[in-house]
Nanobody
């Protein structure tokens, strides 16, 4: 059973940066696709960014392209997302997700089987 723990959330002002981390507790860590999703109040969950099993391929939602980056360290069983030039519309609960089967950087929630509990990111204007 994989447990994912997000950290790094908080309250920032528009234009600021924030770095989210996701740590996987998995005895035998299997390098498969990982991703970040988010859900704003009253809205459906949406994909933000994803990274392939070795980090070579990445996916970004149009709304965060050129502002967010994603990286992973399989040896440390971690994934990070650097969020720059934050906007109020980035306010949401952010979830870390890991696939059990997919290697590619997928933006579909159906590709992911394990999810963290989520962490709040609030961007004030």
């Amino acid at each position: 059973q994989v447990q994912l723990l997000e950290s790094g959330g908080g309250v920032v002002q528009a234009g600021d940066s924030l770095r989210l981390s996701c740590a996987a507790s998995e005895r035998s860590f299997t390098p498969l696709a990982m991703a970040w999703f988010r859900q704003a109040p009253g809205k459906e969950i949406e994909s933000v960014a994803a990274i392939s099993f070795m980090g070579a391929n990445k996916y970004f939602a149009d709304s965060v392209k050129d502002r967010f980056t994603i990286a992973r360290d399989n040896d440390k069983k971690t994934m990070v997302m650097q969020m720059n030039s934050e906007k109020p519309e980035d306010t949401a609960i952010y979830y870390c997700a890991k696939s059990r089967t997919t290697r590619n950087a997928s933006g579909s929630s159906r590709s992911y089987d394990n999810w963290g509990q989520g962490i709040q990111v609030t961007v004030s204007s």
